[in-house]
């Protein structure tokens, strides 16, 4: 099970015909998240024209736009448009524009609005993002060389190494490959390795 979403908070900016377009993309959860984040944009540029708007989440797949105050269709819709051609989940896209005092026109708008909202989804890095599980492996020193070499051929992320009296081992791997790992893990040890299972949860891997 995954989904693609952004990384990190960006911004961008990009001016068409003396108006300036700042596009903003941001993570986001839940619905108030998304709603947070663009009563806070709308706040910064309280003196912007136009604060357009588009949000998806996964959890009841939700779907809003606004063109706030654009005509119909030229704003929001494109943003959404955006947003929805990348298959993201869980991102809102903010958009500002200030008027530079020549009409757009209706393809215009369309453009600039799309544009604005690309360059803030790109640089805002999206990643895929897989329900993985955390793992603990214990094993002792002369079994660590040939565990880490498995780990490695299962593509399984190695996040960290305790060395003490024995070895613990922290590791992810995707959740849909658990019962084949746990599996081959017992195979190659003779059934005296096992993991244990600490955290499940939807990750960028």
């Known amino acids: 099970m995954e989904y693609k979403t952004v990384k990190e908070f960006n911004f961008d900016e990009y001016i068409v015909k003396h108006s300036k377009f700042i596009g903003y993309a941001k993570p986001v959860k839940t619905k108030e998240e998304a709603e947070n984040f663009i009563e806070e944009i709308k706040r910064k540029h309280w003196d912007a024209s136009h604060n357009v ?74 990643i895929t993002v897989a329900l993985c599980v955390d793992l603990c492996i214990n094993c002792d020193y002369s079994s660590y060389g040939k565990i880490e070499s498995f780990l490695r051929n299962e593509n399984a992320q190695i996040i960290k190494s305790d060395f003490a009296d024995d070895v613990r081992i922290l590791c992810r791997i995707k959740k849909d490959n658990y019962e084949t790992f746990e599996k081959a893990l017992i195979d190659l040890t003779n059934g005296q390795i096992h993991s244990e299972i600490i955290e499940e949860k939807f990750t960028d891997f």
């Open 53 to 126: 708007y588009a949000y998806v989440l996964r959890n009841d797949n939700i779907k809003r736009y606004s063109d706030d105050g654009e005509p119909q269709g030229t704003a929001g819709v494109p943003v959404l448009d955006v947003i929805e051609k990348e298959k993201l989940y869980d991102v809102c896209v903010v958009v500002t524009r200030y008027f530079g005092g020549i009409l757009l026109g209706g393809g215009g708008l369309v453009r600039a609005y799309s544009h604005s909202a690309k360059i803030a989804v790109e640089g805002a890095k999206i």
